[in-house]
């Protein structure tokens, strides 16, 4: 087995074959995932970097790992002895990559990407940047980490599973129908999709190719008259056939080549997603294409939850929030005995969640992070990080799961002892950020760009913040991170649509003492109270369903109006959660949803 330096000079030695100076290796697909099957592991091979998010650059002599800020402890963790540098992206002083790429390489010299790697839209701003410079991007068809990864896993071929519309609320005729509806407003006679999540909704089908999100490895491509999929034909049952009948017609993953080769020669004109379809679609199609870029339909419907959905993540999170009630009940028992560790106490919570009705796995690794490691934003305790959580400091445990109605994603902060006075107060000015944003009421158009304030603000009254988003979109029985909207500072600016569930996360962290997070989903929707003939609002409704540690509250930091949501949430706890617990765990509930 290679080290990391071993399979960096490994590398660069394949990068003077091809004569780049440079080589990319981004964390994502040929299907721009966020979380990927091993077997597209490239980037955490090439550096040790174990997180689900980012870019590695290889020069001749050295290199580069970008990353956002909840990895910035654990990738300098893991990237120690590799030769590999940090960049913080968003910190001040801190170049981008295309920058920093620019800046090492000379004029006349290259940079190399597998296309499949990057899409269309990164495409075009990198070659830009690079142009600038007189630096050239260079599409390098044979991947190099797949030349020396020789132990390299074989994709998935574990069947695909169909969802009914007992559970999706639409059939695949009706999502076809309106996507093909969208093609003719833009004079559109194709569309071609990369993204798993999208053929997944789109077709009703799920699957396990990757762990935590129930995808299946395939590209799509409608007409105004047929529907294809191109999938490994082993992946497809007789029942799958049956589900798709004539609506949709099958076909090997390798065919899509020389579809998409058939396609660029046939005139039509194209619907192209410019961020989720990669940029070898676009080669593979030729330079004469007609393409009309912009984000697919199927992206925007599958944000919006149809009633059907709604009512499986309300039932969903009933079930999600009596597996959390358990467990809380359990960690608070067996702390004091002593022997519980981060990684068992998450292996409890996972055997809870499993006795729920409807649970197919776990949504995303679970974060159990105690004291230190809490301030970790996305710590995933290993058996040499794993430590023994102890009747005192700050527990916080970010965790969900995947039913097939729905998908949830929760945080609790738990005091396993005494808190201070400081930690009590930091955790309120989360919550208060918590229940400001749970509380809102905006006009219709308004972007999470335009509202995420609103959660930090008791943080900023202290000179405090926390160096992620407040809340990301999710996915129904799908991806956990689900787009296109979000609330986050960062540039979205896409407008919230009623029938969007977001998670509502703010935090806060004190490096190698403690993290603290509140993290519940909550549903926009059309606010009858406020919305006129001229101007439409929308609100919040919260969906998740689980005690908020009362230990931790200052109450006298709470306005009047805080503590009535606060009181009303933990009123709608236990009145929902109750009818499905023993009596002892009743009371208990009860106690920790005591007003204030």
């Known amino acids: 087995m290679m080290d990391v330096s071993e399979r960096v000079a490994a590398l660069r030695e394949l990068m003077e074959r091809e004569g780049i100076q440079a080589y990319l290796v981004p964390s994502t697909d040929a299907h721009s995932s966020e979380y990927l099957p091993e077997c597209f592991k490239r980037r955490q091979w090439i550096s040790g970097f174990t997180g689900s998010a980012g870019d590695v650059v290889i020069t001749t002599d050295k290199g580069g790992l970008w990353t956002d800020g909840r990895y910035f402890l654990q990738a300098g963790e893991q990237l120690k002895g590799s030769g590999i540098d940090l960049f913080k992206m968003g ?18 010299q290259k940079l190399g990407i597998d296309p499949k790697l990057i899409s269309n839209d990164s495409a075009g701003r990198l070659s830009k940047t690079l142009k600038e410079r007189g630096v050239k991007l260079e599409y390098i068809s044979q991947n190099l980490i797949d030349e020396l990864w020789e132990d390299q896993p074989s994709p998935s071929k574990a069947p695909i599973k169909v969802l009914s519309t007992e559970y999706t609320g639409e059939s695949i005729e009706e999502k076809l129908g309106r996507v093909r509806e969208n093609m003719k407003e833009h004079l559109c006679s194709a569309h071609v999709l990369a993204s798993l999540d999208t053929i997944a909704w789109l077709f009703n089908i799920r ?30 049952t007789g029942e799958v056939k049956e589900h798709f009948g004539n609506s949709v017609k099958l076909h090997p993953y390798g065919d899509i080549e020389g579809y998409l080769k058939e396609l660029g020669a046939s005139g039509k004109k194209v619907w192209i997603s410019p961020k989720t379809t990669n940029k070898w ?38 079930v999600d929030g009596v597996a959390m009630v358990k467990f809380i009940k359990w960690l608070e028992e067996n702390v004091p005995k002593g022997g519980v560790t981060e990684i068992s106490a998450a292996d409890i919570l996972e055997e809870y ?4 009705q409807k649970f197919v ?65 930091m955790f309120t000015r989360v919550l208060k950020g918590h229940i400001d944003l749970a509380r809102l009421r905006f006009p219709k158009g308004f972007s999470g ?35 296109p909207m979000g609330i986050t500072p960062r540039d979205v600016g896409v407008p919230l649509k009623a029938g969007n569930v977001l998670s509502n996360e703010p935090g806060y962290y004190k490096p190698g003492e403690y993290g ?27 969906l998740t369903l689980c005690p908020i540690d009362l230990n931790l509250v200052e109450p006298s930091l709470l306005t ?5 949501w606060l009181n009303d949430y933990h009123g709608t706890v236990y009145e929902r959660l109750s009818p499905y617990l023993s009596n002892e765990e009743k009371e208990w509930v009860r106690e920790r949803t005591t007003p204030i």
């Open 207 to 236: 699957g396990t190719d990757i762990d935590f999100n129930p995808l299946v490895i395939s590209y799509a491509a409608l007409t105004l008259e047929e529907a294809y999929l191109f999938v490994d034909q082993d992946k497809v």
């Open 361 to 425: 796995g776990l949504s995303f690794p679970t974060i159990s992070g105690y004291a230190g490691h809490g301030a970790i934003i996305h710590y995933d305790p290993t058996p040499e990080t794993d430590v023994e959580i102890r009747p005192e400091g700050i527990l916080l445990v970010d965790s969900g799961a995947q039913y097939l109605n729905g998908t949830t994603d929760i945080t609790r902060t738990f005091a396993m002892g005494e808190p201070t006075a400081e930690q009590k107060e």
């Open 281 to 318: 679609i676009m080669l593979s199609m030729g330079k004469d294409i007609d393409v009309h870029f912009e984000r697919s339909p199927v992206t925007e419907m599958k944000s919006v939850k149809n009633e059907t959905e709604l009512q499986g993540f309300r039932d969903c999170l009933v």
């Open 449 to 483: 760009k335009q509202i995420d304030a609103f959660a930090r603000r008791a943080l900023w009254d202290t000179g405090k913040n926390y160096n992620h988003g407040t809340g990301h979109g999710i996915g129904h029985y799908l991806n956990v991170h689900e787009g």
């Open 516 to 542: 603290i997070r509140i993290e519940n989903l909550m549903v926009a929707r059309r606010d009858p109270g406020f919305s006129t003939e001229e101007q439409e609002f929308l609100r919040f409704e919260t």
């Open 91 to 108: 910190m001040e002083d801190v170049p981008k990559l295309e920058e920093w790429v620019a800046k090492e390489l000379k004029e006349g």
């Open 353 to 356: 969640r499993k006795q729920g």
């Open 560 to 564: 009047s109006d805080e503590r009535k």
